[in-house]
């Protein structure tokens, strides 16, 4: 792997660079959609690759259940089996032992999974973790962590922030003797809830290993925590990370939260978000999210957004034959997706394009000013881009400051 910085904002924490990898050079920051079981819902690589998206994301946990590492591996590892030739950062399955707990009973030696399938057993260890991703054959692959909900508090959150630095020396350890460095990178992922002391001792240990690990993510977050803490904890694991290494936030993919993370200085993100709204017929745009589902479309022939150059606006679909079709055609769900990620793209394709022109600053209020309208700015956004020296009401003293996510989202209902 090699990381070069390519440019900096004056003002806040943000940076640009490339990102080289096996497969390509991947420009940062950016955002990774998430391919689970080896495919974008609805769309094929090829088409993921004509949107000029060249990082994606799949699930350890997933492709290890289904179809399992005996088809990956006659496949010739997972880029093959997917036909896709760009790069790719597989999750090492942390994430599940939340999302699928019920399933899950976690001891020193690893994660004992009860498959939601067929209930067959698996013990997932951090040096299984290690083989099965050498098997999918990522890019970049993660460490096995100990995950809890953001809303878990007491001892629990420091049990699993220390299993997750033991378990990283076990992944370390694993790899190192794969003869597979070179061509995969390992990046650590630091947890410790929303404890700040327990954040810093991770921070800590974890960057004890930096000669070790190619990168660094920030887990553990995106929950159901306030948002005024979330950023709050970005900040401070960016603050203490090293500068030579990206920084990757786990589950981030609301615009606003992409553009406040890569101002707290955030290299990468993924998210489910834009492709399982799409599916339910929201679609992004830099006005705010848009229902299709809304009657109030159906006559409206114009494309989604003006200037897209997305193939669904491109092409001429309305967002009254989307409307039309919304409930009734997956081809719709397929439309939608596809802008959607463009929509994605556009943004980070934005911000990188400021940064380096100097003006990321005026990006954001830009931005802000176009997307949330008069409806108000989410209060943690103001505070958070005030502490990297970018104060959104300089400009525009009568907008409101709401909490939560903001009115926009209200809107996407209707």
């Known amino acids: 792997m090699q990381f070069e910085i390519v440019a900096k904002c004056p003002t806040t924490k943000a940076r640009v660079s490339r990102l080289k990898l096996?497969?390509?050079?991947?420009?940062?920051p950016t955002f990774m959609p998430v391919a689970t079981q080896a495919a974008i819902k609805g769309l094929t690589s090829q088409q993921v690759e004509a949107l000029g998206i060249n990082l994606i994301l799949n699930n350890t946990y997933h492709l290890n259940l289904r179809p399992g590492m005996k088809i990956v591996k006659e496949a010739g590892g997972a880029h093959k089996f997917q036909g896709w030739n760009h790069n790719l950062l597989t999750d090492s399955g942390g994430f599940q032992l939340v999302s699928l707990s019920k399933f899950t009973k976690i001891t020193e030696e690893g994660a004992l999974f009860s498959s939601p399938f067929d209930g067959e057993l698996t013990m997932l260890t951090p040096e299984e973790c290690m083989s099965i991703q050498h098997t999918i054959g990522a890019d970049i692959i993660m460490q096995l962590d100990d995950v809890v909900s953001s809303l878990t508090t007491g001892p629990r959150v420091g049990e699993a922030m220390w299993?997750?630095?033991?378990?990283?020396?076990?992944?370390?350890?694993?790899?190192?003797?794969?003869?597979?460095?070179?061509?995969?990178?390992?990046?650590?992922?630091?947890?410790?809830?929303?404890?700040?002391?327990?954040?810093?001792?991770?921070?800590?240990?974890?960057?004890?290993r930096k000669d070790r690990v190619a990168g660094y993510a920030i887990g553990g977050l995106s929950g159901g925590e306030e948002k005024d803490i979330f950023w709050r904890v970005i900040k401070q694991c960016t603050d203490k990370l090293p500068e030579d290494r990206p920084r990757y936030s786990m589950g981030i993919g609301f615009a606003e939260d992409l553009l406040v993370c890569v101002a707290l200085g955030v290299d990468m993100?993924?998210?489910?978000?834009?492709?399982?709204?799409?599916?339910?017929?929201?679609?992004?745009?830099?006005?705010?999210?848009?229902?299709?589902?809304?009657?109030?479309?159906?006559?409206?022939?114009?494309p989604i957004e003006k200037g897209c150059p997305c193939p669904t606006c491109s092409d001429g679909q309305s967002r009254a034959m989307l409307n039309h079709i919304v409930t009734l055609e997956t081809a719709a769900a397929h439309a939608i997706t596809q802008h959607n990620l463009v929509f994605q793209a556009r943004v980070m394709g934005g911000v990188r394009n400021a940064i380096i022109a100097g003006t990321f600053p005026q990006y954001l209020k830009t931005f802000f000013a176009q997307y949330f309208g008069n409806e108000?700015?989410?209060?943690?956004?103001?505070?958070?881009?005030?502490?990297?020296?970018?104060?959104?009401?300089?400009?525009?003293?009568?907008?409101?400051?709401v909490p939560g996510q903001g009115a926009k989202w209200d809107r996407a209902q209707q």
């Open 22 to 28: 096996s497969h390509g050079t991947t420009a940062l």
């Open 163 to 208: 299993r997750t630095i033991r378990w990283l020396d076990r992944c370390i350890e694993t790899h190192e003797k794969s003869g597979k460095t070179e061509t995969q990178n390992l990046f650590a992922i630091v947890q410790g809830g929303l404890d700040p002391d327990l954040r810093d001792q991770c921070l800590d240990e974890m960057i004890k």
């Open 269 to 302: 993100a993924d998210c489910v978000f834009p492709t399982r709204t799409a599916r339910f017929g929201v679609a992004l745009t830099f006005n705010g999210p848009l229902n299709l589902k809304s009657s109030k479309y159906a006559t409206d022939f114009g």
């Open 376 to 401: 108000g700015y989410p209060e943690w956004c103001v505070n958070a881009l005030r502490s990297v020296g970018v104060d959104l009401l300089a400009d525009r003293p009568d907008v409101r400051v």
